[in-house]
């Protein structure tokens, strides 16, 4: 596997690995509206603009981008797995290198969890130290802010 920093022309290729992701599992645990909201806050655009800022990362396994993972100072934001690569430890992989350059400059990561994604997050030491809500037209987006001593 190689974790590297992604560069603007993976940009559509991670949104599609972000927008798969998000179609096919949040629907599972989130109503549509909730789901949209998660495709526009993960735009190609936030994205290619992250990229310009040296915050995302891509995972290939050999030839193959299967997960993309993103930091702002000790904040892990938009790690995805394409589903048909799920549980196989990509997600864990992926966190372990984030929290390895989080480790660098901070004593704790934090994140923002997801429902699909909690169960991983705690299985890797994350602990829910506030729950938020986000109140949209006619749902609210309820998620975990979690945290990490490293």
């Given at each position: 596997?190689?974790?590297?920093?992604?560069d603007i022309h993976l940009?559509?290729?991670?949104?599609?690995?972000?927008?798969?992701?998000?179609?096919?599992?949040?629907?599972?645990?989130?109503?549509?509206?909730?789901?949209?909201?998660?495709?526009?806050?993960?735009?190609?655009?936030?994205?290619?603009?992250?990229?310009?800022?040296?915050?995302?990362?891509?995972?290939?396994?050999?030839?193959?981008?299967?997960?993309?993972?993103?930091?702002?100072?000790?904040?892990?934001?938009?790690?995805?797995?394409?589903?048909?690569?799920?549980?196989?430890?990509?997600?864990?992989?992926?966190?372990?290198?984030?929290?390895?350059?989080?480790?660098?400059?901070?004593?704790?990561?934090?994140?923002?969890?997801?429902?699909?994604?909690?169960?991983?997050?705690?299985?890797?030491?994350?602990?829910?130290?506030?729950?938020?809500?986000?109140?949209?037209?006619?749902?609210?987006?309820?998620?975990?802010?979690?945290?990490?001593?490293?």
């Open positions: 596997m190689q974790y590297i920093k992604a940009a559509k290729e991670i949104h599609r690995i972000v927008s798969e992701t998000i179609q096919t599992v949040y629907p599972n645990y989130y109503p549509s509206e909730v789901v949209d909201f998660f495709r526009s806050l993960h735009s190609e655009e936030h994205i290619k603009q992250d990229i310009a800022d040296g915050r995302v990362y891509a995972l290939f396994d050999k030839d193959i981008l299967v997960g993309t993972g993103s930091l702002n100072e000790n904040h892990i934001t938009r790690v995805y797995v394409l589903p048909k690569y799920q549980g196989r430890g990509y997600g864990t992989y992926m966190i372990n290198h984030l929290e390895n350059k989080v480790k660098r400059n901070y004593d704790s990561a934090v994140l923002d969890a997801s429902l699909p994604a909690v169960m991983l997050y705690e299985k890797l030491g994350y602990k829910t130290v506030n729950h938020q809500r986000y109140e949209l037209k006619d749902a609210v987006l309820v998620y975990e802010i979690m945290k990490k001593q490293l």
